[in-house]
Structures are given as C-alpha cells and as structure tokens.
C-alpha cells in the first residue's frame, strides 16, 4: 500500500514538467539579468567613487594651497603691521587717529607726549581748543613752549582723519634768525644807501648854513636862505623816518578791525589832499565781509601812500578811485585807481625797490613799505599802468577769521605818514 502510494506521487503529467522546467529558467534568466544590471550598477558606482575620490583629493590639495598662501599673507600683513606698529613708535612726530565723530581712537607714543595722556576718546575738537594758535590755525604751541605743526589726511573709504604732528620749534627758531639775518643785511643796503642819498641833501643844508653866517646877508636873502635850509633838514628827516619805518617792518602786531573804518578814514585823511585841485575823489565799498584781521593803522598808511602818489601824478587835475571789493570769498581786493599819464614798463619793474624814485622830493621808500606792509598781512600788491592810460595799484588780502597777529608789538604807527611824506 505505500509503494503504491509512492508510486502515485512521483509521477506527473507531461505538460506539467514542460510547464515547470520554463519557469525554472525564466527565474534564472531574470536572476542573470538582475545580476548584470547590479554589475554595471556596481561599476559606475566604483567610477563615480573614485572620480569623487579624486576631486575630493584635488579640492584638499586647492584648499590646502589656498589656506598655506592666506597664511602667507595674513603672516606677511602681520609683519607689516608689526613694521608700521614699530615705526609710529619710533617717528619723531605724532601721529592720531580720529574717528568720523571726531574723537582719537589711536595715537602714538609721541602723540601722547606732545597733547598730555590720556589722549584716547577725547574730543579732538578740545584738544586744539586748548593750545594756542601761532601764526596760523595749523601751528599751536604746546603747554611746554614748544610749537607744533598740524597735517590733516583723511582715512580713505572710512570716515575720520589722521592728524600728523610735527614739531617745528628749531625750524621756527633758525626761521627767526633768517629773518633777522636778512633784516640786517636790507637794513646794511638802507644805510649804504641812504648815506649816498643824504650826503646830497646834507652839503645843500650846510651850504644855506653857510650863507646865513654872513653878516653882510640881507633880510630877504637870509630869509630865502633859512626857508631852502628849512627845506633840506624835512628832507632829511623824511629819509630818516622811512628808514626807521623800512627797517622796523617785520614786527607788525595784527588785530580785527573793520573795512568800512578803514575807507572812512581814508577818504577823511585824503581829503586834505584835494584841496585847491580839480581832482574827484571817489571811495566805493563793495566787499561783503566788514571784518579784516590786519594791521589798520599801516594798511591805512599805505592807502594814503598810494592816494598821494595818484595825487602827484596827476598834477592838479582828473580823477582818483578806490574800491574795496570781494571777487572771491577768501579775499579782499583795494585797488587805488587814476587817469593820469600812466607809467612806463621800465618804471613799473623797479618801482617797489627801496630807494628808487623819480621824483626829485621822494624818498624812495613809500611803495617799498606798501610792499612789505601788505606780505605781512600774507598779501601782495602790483601794478597796471599803460603811458597816457592811467595807473592802478591792487592789493590782494587774505580773508583768514580767527587768524593770529604776527610776532611783535609794532603798532603800525611809523609808516602812516600820508601825503607828500609817504608819496616815492
């Protein structure tokens, strides 16, 4: 009974092995496909592996290369600073840093020494406030005596300033004593000069004198005499005081003081000049700053020196014209203008040198004062005349507020002399 039964269960129909033995190679077929694909899948993973293997590989060299030149250059900005670090310390100025709202932020030892510690987060605009200015609002003098000079710089794209301080005490020093050493040599040519210039006027006195000695002299010619005799000593006394007021130029004080006064008094002191001659006189205003920092009293003796030159050459008749003006509004421009016979090219080079004159009562010396009275107020003054078109002298003034006087107490008094006396 169980051989049969095993019998039975082995055998199966003939279509049914067929049936079993295709699907049996279908799964292997697709088990071999399967395979294939997880192959080429494997391949190109190992492909993309390793080319990820060598851009991997090729960016660590890129940032290794990129990190070693950025340590180069920040080790090289290191020293640099280092450097810049190491030469603030050892310059013999002062430097500070300010920052757009105007307060230091950094400065260097010397800095620190010249304005007094602690210097950081102060108000820049203080600092200056409390040292004196001299000369000019970018030199201040120092609590110790010591006179600084001040160099603004901005700091690029950033807001703020850096100031440079430089001291200037000896350079100021050996300045003075150039400018003394020039004054003796001009004050050694005045005198040489002037002995020349006098010795003429001195023999003409002494001869007068003479004359006056004679007990045989009538009253009219005694009196001729004295008056000729009276004549050459103003003469003299003329040559005397300009050189005085030549030599004494260079220490012009300065104070504020206003336009619209100095033409008044110019036209008050001028008027005696007129008197007797058809001559129109005319003084016009124009600047719009009323206020000067200057020296009025030799500014004024200058214009009167100028007003009574035009006067001469006219001779009596035609007209004078001064006007104040402001064409730009860092300066002050007087010009002293007249329609008389004009002056010649050659005239005009010579005419601010000391002692020339045309005139055989000048001196020589009036348009050599205005010279130098108006390049202490930092000024300058020139001439434009044509023969037979009339004369005009310019004087260009700087319009400084809150400037200083220049060293020295000279009121200015010694070149207003005005008329005859201050004419070449």
């Given amino acids: 009974m ?80 280092n450097r810049l670090q190491l030469l603030l310390k050892t310059l013999p100025g002062g430097v500070v840093v300010i920052d757009g709202r105007g307060f230091v932020i950094e400065h260097n030892p010397v800095a620190g020494l010249f304005l007094g510690e602690p210097l950081l987060g102060r108000n820049w605009r203080d600092v200056l406030d ?40 000896e350079m100021r020093s050996l300045q003075e004593w150039a400018d003394h050493q020039r004054r003796l040599s001009a004050l050694g040519e005045m005198v040489a000069s002037l002995a020349h210039q006098v010795r003429t006027p001195l023999a003409a006195a002494l001869l007068y004198a003479s004359h006056l000695a004679k007990s ?45 006064d100095l033409l008044t008094k110019l036209a008050e002191n001028c008027e005696p000049l007129m008197q007797g001659k058809a001559i129109g006189f005319t003084v016009i205003n124009r600047s719009c700053d009323d206020g000067l920092l200057g020296n009025g009293d030799a500014l004024l003796g200058v214009l009167i020196n100028l007003v009574g030159n035009a006067v001469e050459a006219l001779g009596g008749e ?34 601010f040198e000391p002692f020339f004159t045309t005139r055989c009562n000048g001196t020589g010396l009036g348009l050599a004062i205005a010279d130098y009275v108006v390049k202490a107020h930092f000024g300058r003054i020139w001439c434009e005349s ?21 060293p020295g107490n000279f009121s200015g008094r010694a070149v207003f002399m005005g008329g005859d006396d201050a004419a070449n």
């Fill in 216 to 260: 045989d002299l009538d009253v009219s010619h005694r009196s001729k005499f004295a008056a000729k005799l009276t004549e050459r000593l103003h003469h003299l006394e003329r040559q005397v005081n300009d050189m005085l007021a030549f030599a004494r130029l260079g220490t012009l004080s300065k104070e504020r003081f206003s336009i619209g």
């Fill in 130 to 169: 409390s040292l004196p200015i001299v000369e000019n609002p970018h030199q201040r003098r120092l609590p110790g005596g010591k006179t600084i000079s001040l160099t603004l710089s901005p700091l690029g794209d950033e807001p703020g300033q850096i100031v440079l301080l430089t001291d200037v005490t």
């Fill in 2 to 81: 169980s051989v049969k039964d095993c019998r039975s269960t082995s055998w199966a129909p003939p279509h049914r092995v067929e049936k079993c033995s295709d699907q049996a190679f279908d799964n292997a077929q697709r088990l071999q496909d399967a395979f294939q694909v997880f192959n080429a899948l494997s391949e190109n993973l190992t492909r993309s592996y390793l080319d990820l293997e060598a851009q991997v590989a090729r960016l660590s060299e890129e940032l290794a290369a990129a990190r070693s030149e950025k340590l180069k250059t920040l080790a090289e900005k290191e020293r640099l600073a």
């Fill in 318 to 351: 035609g007209n004078i014209c001064v006007v104040a003006d402001q064409p730009e509004s860092r300066y002050l421009d007087i010009s002293v203008s007249d329609d008389g016979p004009g002056i010649s090219e050659d005239i005009r080079e010579r005419i």
């Fill in 386 to 406: 044509e023969p037979g078109l009339g004369t005009t002298f310019r004087i260009r003034l700087p319009l400084c507020p809150g400037g200083t006087p220049l």
